[in-house]
């Protein structure tokens, strides 16, 4: 696995996973940049969002639970000036009939799994997880 950051003008980057796939990133425009792309710290927070969602995925598919709608809501926080982040949220919204206990089984085998987050235990980051069932208009 490879990624390249190829500075563009100011602030912006785009950063190539070398597959083909980019994305631009910069600062805001309060921080020197042009707002052209989400900072490389929100992309890490954007990065957990979106691995817990494609592993709950993977694993929702081998314990045959179906559902209609997925959304994770990743809210992180920097406590007394820390530079990283201290604290993570995490909210799995979901549409589905399963039971609240499959789910949530669900999502314990997702967080083992999923390998942006275990880099963010690692790294020491206390996370909490909340599960939130809804039906879709």
Same mark, same amino acid.
């Given at each position: ?22 994305? @631009?990133?910069?600062?805001? /425009?309060? &921080? ?9 710290? =929100?992309? %890490? $927070? ?39 982040? @201290?604290?993570?949220?995490? /909210?799995? &919204? ?9 789910? =949530?089984? %669900? $999502? ?30």
């Amino acid at each position: 696995m490879k990624a390249t950051t190829t500075w563009t003008k100011g602030m912006s980057s785009i950063i190539t996973n070398n597959r083909g796939h980019e994305i @631009t990133i910069d600062l805001p /425009e309060a &921080k020197g940049g042009d707002d052209l792309g989400a900072t490389a710290f =929100e992309v %890490c $927070l954007m990065s957990y969002s979106g691995c817990v969602n494609t592993i709950f995925n993977v694993v929702a598919k081998k314990m045959r639970i179906e559902f209609n709608s997925l959304i994770v809501d990743t809210i992180g926080s920097q406590k007394d000036g820390a530079p990283t982040f @201290t604290d993570l949220e995490v /909210e799995l &919204k979901i549409d589905s009939k399963a039971s609240d206990n499959k789910i =949530e089984k %669900c $999502l314990q085998q997702t967080l083992k799994m999923c390998p942006v987050g275990v880099l963010f235990h690692q790294a020491g980051v206390k996370t909490t997880y909340k599960i939130e069932k809804f039906q879709k208009a």
